[in-house]
């Protein structure tokens, strides 16, 4: 599976630099001692074209994404719906559900495992989402073998306290704009506020798994992201105010 970033030509010094960063990040990701973690993607090497094109290559462990499986779902849920499919038997509609249940669950499982194991080796990775978590297979009966896997780390962020206090970051000036923003000004308090950062992403995608994949197609879409994030920013700062 490859991914590929335009030459500065087309791209610009950006390309260039996002892609040198998702290459460092798994590299040093892949260096620990403790070994691969089965919910991030392998990096198995890379190139650079005539062109300055950069090319990443990565072990091919799925197709789909968690946004390709909550799509087909919701397109499914509509399209039995429209046809009038129901089943008869309330024990095979159960079924469904429960199975749909325990494949959302062990997705998001999955996908907090790779975060955790960034978040323990002092990484952040800054852009999760439901395109960023690549699945092995995506039949719901297949779920006990379902092994979801984070990829996109073109963004990811050292967080050590080595570098948080000798060197920002390319791609984390606006994170730390809105950590000083928040109060987080310590090597230790930009950290905290790195992580919870990745956290309330995971929670955008957790909402987005738990709605999407069990409505139709049209009732989601009249709901942008702007308004998750809304709903979350409500939740958050209630919890603040009951703190």
Request: net charge negative; glycine share 8%; charged share 25%.
């Amino acid at each position: 599976m490859f991914k590929v970033y335009p030459g500065q030509r087309t791209g610009g010094i950006e390309a260039d630099m996002m892609a040198a960063n998702e290459l460092n990040a798994h590299a040093f990701l892949q260096s620990s001692s403790k070994g691969l973690c089965q919910n991030l993607v392998v990096l198995v090497g890379g190139f650079e074209t005539k062109t300055g094109e950069q090319w990443l290559a990565f072990r091919s462990d799925g197709k789909y994404s968690a946004a390709d499986y909550a799509k087909l779902t919701s397109e499914k849920i509509s399209k039995n719906h429209s046809a009038g499919e129901s089943s008869w038997n309330r024990f095979e509609t159960e079924q469904i559900l429960k199975r749909r249940r325990y494949f959302v669950i062990k997705l998001f499982q999955g996908a907090m495992s790779g975060l955790a194991y960034m978040h323990d080796h002092d990484r952040l990775h800054q852009s999760l989402g439901p395109s960023s978590v690549i699945l092995n297979t995506i039949v719901e009966k297949d779920a006990a073998y379902l092994v979801p896997r984070l990829r996109d780390l073109s963004f990811s962020v050292d967080i050590s306290f080595q570098n948080l206090e000798e060197d920002p970051g390319t791609f984390s000036e606006g994170l730390w704009r809105r950590a000083a923003a928040a109060g987080a000004f310590t090597p230790m308090e930009k950290r905290a506020f790195g992580i919870a950062d990745d956290v309330y992403e995971a929670g955008l995608l957790l909402a987005y798994l738990a709605f999407v994949t069990f409505c139709e197609a049209n009732v989601m879409d009249s709901l942008s992201l702007g308004f998750w994030k809304a709903l979350f920013d409500l939740i958050f700062k209630r919890q603040e105010s009951i703190v």
